[in-house]
DNA sequence: ACAAAAGTGTTGCTGTTACACCCATGG
DNA sequence: CCATGGGTGTAACAGCAACACTTTTGT
């Protein structure tokens, strides 16, 4: 006995201080015009894995070489045509791809003001994206990486994770306390974006990351 | 293009302060003689959820209604025969379970102490048994309530968590953390099994446990 | 010079660690 | 009465929360 199998891809970025997810928009029936999670079928001769990265590459033009579990949905009835099981793959990407010239349907959306949603993808988002969540606020450990691979300010790094968290922070312990963990390294360099004065931009330091919690 | 599913199930308990996991012995080639997690192929009429809960009846006789997600292992070359996809099933059980007669291929062992493994399967349980263990450290929230769903001692629990956790613990300070979160309630029995002075016997106090951690 | 955003220190409080002795039961 | 495991309190310390003003830039 053997089961259709799709490999339904949730790409996370952090921007504007925002969780961002990326989706594509449907053309064909059913559910046209509503917006979905992009994925493809699964062949007998392709892994999840290598799913994941070619959906991303499809996409987005880039070729990333890592991705993480997001869980399986097998309910009978899913989706209409046939039975067929979702397997999730997520990857986390930066706010380069955001700003980035994308393949022109699919479109990044905040996690809080989604579009209509096809099938069941409304359900899998949120129940994804609470288990992201958790893992952001729950330790520091790699997933912050992935949202913040290269420079930011900590007042931009404070905004995601009060929109995560769901409520504010004083920014001077925010900031004592990466401080005193030496989770970051100071680049020595400046943005100078807009109004305002210019905040310093720090890099994740990994070698002390491990296990740390916020 | 469909593929071979199979759902493995995965058995977690707390015995004896270990943190101990089911398996069951192979009969057939390959591996004949090997232990492996249990399993069954997924067919086309049954949810990952249902085919958990049959597996768990199967061996244990004892109906549950609730599993948990363990991931997909989709390697090409996985199993030797053809292309199977794994979908991970885990259903954590309290050590009734542990003591009471099951189906005689089946057999809890410690999960520092595994026999011999089939094919990726102890790959899968390391895998696991590493988000397991850290859903155990991260927090208290329901995972802990299925390992210890009724009565248990303070130095019980605090066995477990230590194995767990990879170290000890004071026993004053680990009962103060837990007294003065309300994490459990006194149900005013005690323990009479052995030598030494009884303990007292608590339960969690399901009310004050959301979003706590240790 | 003013609006906008970034940066900084101190104090009280709360939770964590370290530590040594007494208590209840079974043999 | 002794061996075994369970239960308790206190004091030093570290991490967290609350709090207001100064600095740097663009306009």
Redesign the pocket.
Known sequence: MENKVENLLIVYAADGGLLKILLQKNDGEPYKGYWMIPGEELDSKTTQEDSAINLFKDITSVTVNGFMQGGVFSDLDRKPESRTIAIISVIVTDKEIVEMKMRDDVCFFDVNELPKIAYDHGEIIEKVTKEVKDKIIGNYSNILLKFFPSDF????F??FYENVLGKS?????????I???NLVIDTGE???N?????????RFDISNMKGK??
Chains 1, 2 share one sequence.
């Open positions: 300010t900590l007042p931009e404070q905004k922070i004083d920014r001077r312990n925010f900031r004592k306390k401080m005193t963990q400046k943005t100078s807009g109004t305002g004065r210019p905040g310093t931009l720090y919690k916020l």
